[in-house]
């Protein structure tokens, strides 16, 4: 069916910088709203940032300003950019994105990756 597989990230000192890759493939005819989701131990998933297929971004509080997410849709990939980062960001980061099917055009279904551990050193 789909596939999203995230990459980029790792372990970094506090006020460095990762950045982090979603590539889609499969029966993809269409990526439409995509986003980067992450979740800590204890804690519930949450949103970081999305965007439209069209470019528009919105982001959580406590990354605007330091995070920035885009997209190429020719490559059906998705990014983001993580700078200053602070020991609070260390979480599972998720891709998630919303497809639709190139077997059936009028449908679209979420999909998940299966996340990249990012970790901030303080």
């Known amino acids: 069916q789909v596939q999203l597989v995230e990459s980029g990230g790792g372990l970094v000192q506090a006020g460095g910088s990762l950045r982090l890759s979603c590539a889609a493939s499969?029966?993809?005819?269409?990526?439409?709203?995509m986003g980067w989701y992450r979740q800590a131990p204890g804690k519930q998933r949450e949103l970081v940032a999305g965007i439209t297929i069209g470019g528009s971004a919105n982001y959580a509080d406590s990354v605007k300003g330091r995070f920035t997410i885009s997209r190429d849709n020719t490559k059906n990939t998705m990014y983001l950019e993580m700078n200053s980062l602070k020991h609070e960001d260390t979480s599972v980061y998720y891709c998630?994105?919303?497809?639709?099917?190139?077997?059936?055009?009028?449908?679209?279904?979420?999909?998940w990756g299966q996340g990249t551990q990012v970790t901030v050193s303080s």
């Open positions: 499969g029966s993809v005819f269409r990526l439409n709203r």
């Open positions: 998630n994105a919303v497809v639709t099917l190139t077997y059936d055009t009028l449908t679209s279904r979420t999909y």
